[in-house]
């Protein structure tokens, strides 16, 4: 499986950006970099992903290192809406895994 | 676009009963997921289907778990008998193709639990 390494928990004011680490050292050069995330008592919600290059989209922007061994997911502005576990992912077509891991679990303070 | 439907949402059984979750992609979806979600956990993957063939079941306790996805479309997930430890979110997912580039959209997940 291809693993990555968050922090367990972050906090984060109303408003204000927040920008989450995730590891992944072991990425080889075809694995997507994946990211999701599940409010409470909901299944998970596609979040953004990307290869490469940084992406950006309505909820978020992904910024990936020039290595590919770290990403960071950014949520420019938190609501309270965004308070969820957020899971950072690779997914390759060898062994086709999709390792959730424990991800990061995010709380908004008002 | 309706999104994944999963039923029933919540189940309570006793150990060695059998239980049944069903699941509904969204359409035009050729790849289904089953993962299962112990509290605390994050979901891990039991079976992967695209259309009608299995794709990836390692992961899936064959002696008492099985998933069929007849006609491509509707799944079903079975678990017979289930002991204590399979108390957990039953999730489904589906996506336009398996390719690692493509999002999977969750249903809400049944919650089941073996007393």
């Known amino acids: 499986d291809a693993k990555t390494t968050q922090p367990n928990s972050m906090e984060s004011n109303e408003e204000e950006p927040v920008h989450l680490p995730c590891n992944h050292s072991t990425i080889s050069g075809t694995d997507y970099i994946h990211w999701y995330r599940q409010l409470p008592s909901q299944g998970p919600e596609y979040v953004i992903h990307g290869l490469t290059s940084n992406v950006n989209n309505r909820m978020a922007s992904l910024a990936i290192a020039e290595d590919r061994k770290s990403s960071t997911l950014i949520l420019h502005r938190a609501t309270l809406r965004d308070a969820a576990v957020y899971y950072c992912i690779l997914r390759r077509d060898t062994g086709n895994q999709f390792y959730f891991g424990t991800g990061t679990s995010l709380t908004v303070i008002p | 676009e309706a999104g994944v439907a999963q039923s029933p949402r919540y189940k309570i059984i006793e150990k060695r009963q059998s239980v049944a979750f069903w699941c509904n992609p969204i359409?035009?979806?050729?790849?289904l997921y089953w993962y299962q979600q112990i509290l605390g956990q994050g979901p891990k993957l039991l079976i992967q289907f695209q259309n009608n063939g299995v794709v990836d079941d390692s992961q899936l306790p064959k002696d008492r778990f099985s998933a069929e996805r007849l006609k491509g479309v509707d799944s079903t997930l079975k678990i017979q008998p289930a002991k204590l430890e399979d108390s957990a979110v039953y999730l489904c997912?589906?996506?336009?193709?398996?390719?690692?580039?493509?999002?999977?959209?969750f249903g809400p997940g049944t919650r089941l639990t073996v007393t």
């Open positions: 359409s035009g979806h050729a790849t």
């Open positions: 997912a589906s996506s336009k193709g398996q390719g690692r580039s493509y999002e999977q959209y």
